[in-house]
């Protein structure tokens, strides 16, 4: 059996395990710096197992040791977002749990996939490849997932559509400068853009960019953690099962886009190896433009982190 562990067993971390064991897809590590915590979570989905006729193991533990041969490391480890706050004021608290998660599993795991959540995740992403020296393939940002998600989501609200019928692609940095791209976005094969009025997809594009944020306020004491966790899961299941999945996902960028030394939001295709390529889609100039503006803001914030750490 495949072995994905999970650093943090807040609501995210565990939530994740949920997703994961009810698709039988890997036995499963909950780890957590809180005693009894990660334990008590692990063996209450333990007991839920024999209801759904799932056969996994899951383990809760506060030593790293229980992550031993892991295929996967998903980190979801930090502070989360409180109302008013932005995902760069998480920076400095989340860059030493971050780096901690990393430089403590890679002892056990060398050879390790790693799926980063915690936020600034761009940022995060780029922590834990340096901190850990990983090749770029194996190390995975989760925003593009959700952020799309949640696009098909109000797209489906808007027009009684099916969510299965929707595909919509957001690109960019995790943060309130993404970049979701109508044009590439449609319903069977219609473009948004025809579909939508243009007052419309703009209340969607905009309450997608906030998606985040419009959950933290309203829930006062924690940010979201269904659809983050299912994000991962998806992530999990396309490179366990080998599947060459394209989703758009953080990435190390290496020329493409015009992009250098920086993880950001693009189409990449998911298999056994992690990133098997990043697709690039043709941005007319307005998609460019946001791109870039887009960039600046993921760049300011790494830019921030190297003052802050020497990687």
């Known amino acids: 059996m495949t072995k994905v562990s999970i650093i943090g067993a807040g609501m995210t971390g565990a939530t994740t395990a949920h997703w994961l064991a009810e698709r039988e897809l890997a036995d499963i590590v909950l780890i957590d710096v809180l005693e009894g915590m990660p334990q008590g979570k692990a063996l209450d989905l ?85 901190v850990g020296n990983i090749p770029a393939h194996r190390v995975i940002g989760q925003a593009g997932v959700l ?64 998606g985040g944020g419009e959950i933290v306020n309203l829930l006062k004491t924690g940010s979201a953690y269904y659809a983050p966790a299912a994000a991962i899961a998806q992530m999990v299941e396309a490179i366990l099962k080998d599947k060459h999945l394209i989703v758009p996902c953080a990435a190390y960028m290496q020329g493409e886009y015009g992009l250098q030394d920086m993880f950001f939001g693009v189409p990449v295709q998911l298999g056994r190896q992690g990133i098997e390529r990043i697709v690039e889609y043709k941005l007319d100039p307005d998609e460019k433009a946001a791109f870039k503006k887009s960039a600046a803001s993921v760049k300011e914030t790494i830019d921030a982190l190297n003052n802050l750490v020497k990687l």
């Not at 031993?68 to 979801?76: R, W």
């Not at 998600?149 to 960019?172: K, P």
């Not at 970049?179 to 853009?193: K, M």
């Open 46 to 130: 333990l007991e839920a197992l024999p209801i759904i006729g799932k056969d996994v193991e899951i383990v809760g533990s506060n030593d790293y040791e229980a992550t031993k041969d892991s295929d996967i490391i998903v980190i979801t480890a930090g502070l989360a977002r409180k109302p008013g706050m932005s995902r760069d004021d998480l920076l400095t608290a989340n860059a030493a749990i971050v780096g901690k998660a990393t430089t403590e599993t890679l002892k056990y795991s060398p050879d390790a996939i790693y799926v980063v959540l915690t936020n600034p995740l761009d940022t995060m992403a780029y922590l834990t490849m340096k």
């Open 147 to 210: 952020d799309s998600a949640r696009m098909r989501a109000f797209v489906a609200l808007e027009t009684g559509v099916s969510v299965e019928n929707i595909d919509c692609y957001v690109l960019g940095g995790h943060g309130d400068e993404m970049v979701p791209l109508t044009r590439h976005s449609n319903i069977a094969g219609i473009p948004l853009r025809e579909y939508l009025p243009t007052d419309k997809l703009e209340a969607i594009v905009n309450r997608t960019r906030k």
